[in-house]
């Protein structure tokens, strides 16, 4: 009888072994249940339920060693709505439009404090309590280094490197804000040959930006000539200084 149980027991981790082996896909605690329903039949073939019990335990630690531990689960990441970097659930401001910088709660910066945040501000560095407009400026929005050909009203390519960033921002973060563009000349030339190449040179910068996206709509344009300039015509950079265009809220 012995003899029996020996060859029975033998043959069940036989049987065992190779069914784990081949079923890559069963997990390990299929594996330890056959183990021990194999375990247990080895047992019945001798007398008592004690060996049917022993059989079953000894299976199923045979077929929990040859199947190896359970796989561990995956976690998948905790989800970034608006993707500023800032997860969910540690997110205070949810819906960050794209690109903006963001703080350790998720919200925007707003460094010179002006209500006005840094991605939408054009006049980053106002001065404490100043109040703003729309655009983050407490006056008008001058475009330093937007200038011209000389006696004329294209645009430079430096120009236009300048008005590119505003003109997304413009589109991106001022959808419906309507903005006006002025602009002005020095007092070298006439009058009136100022008065109509300062309405183009405003043209022109509207222009740009509706290529690049601006809704025509919501740009208007002035033209002021040489009637006010910023400082005095005497001096070179003083007429560098009137010859500007800039922006304002209409």
Not at 16 to 26: F, K, M, Q
Not at 54 to 74: D, F, L, Q
Not at 112 to 130: E, R, W
């Amino acid at each position: 009888m012995i003899f029996y149980k020996k060859i029975t027991a033998i043959m069940a981790v036989a049987l065992l072994s190779t069914g784990c082996a081949t079923v890559e896909t069963e997990s390990w605690q299929n594996c330890a249940i056959a183990g021990a329903l194999l375990g247990g039949a080895a047992g019945a073939f001798v007398e008592g339920a004690t060996e049917v019990g022993v059989g079953a335990i000894v299976g199923g630690v045979t077929g929990g060693s040859i199947c190896g531990p359970a796989e561990k689960a995956v976690l998948s990441p905790e989800p970034d709505t608006d993707a500023d970097g800032v997860v969910d659930s540690r997110d205070e401001c949810p819906e960050t439009p794209a690109g903006a910088v963001v703080d350790s709660k998720g919200c925007t910066l707003d460094s010179d404090a002006d209500g006005v945040a840094d991605y939408k501000d054009q006049c980053p560095n106002s001065a404490p309590g100043a109040q703003v407009n729309e655009l983050g400026c407490v006056d008008a929005l001058v475009l330093d280094g937007v200038n011209f050909h000389t006696a004329s009203a294209e645009l430079t390519d430096p120009a236009k490197a300048i008005l590119l960033p505003i003109a997304i921002a413009k589109r991106t973060h001022y959808i419906d804000t309507e903005l006006v563009i002025h602009g002005h000349t020095d007092s070298v030339g006439s009058n009136a040959y100022n008065q109509v190449l300062s309405k183009n040179r405003a043209e022109s910068v509207r222009d740009f930006m509706i290529t690049h996206g601006c809704n025509g709509d919501k740009l208007s344009t002035l033209g002021h000539g040489e009637d006010k300039p910023l400082v005095g015509n005497d001096t070179t950079e003083g007429r560098t200084k009137n010859r500007r265009v800039e922006l304002t809220l209409k």
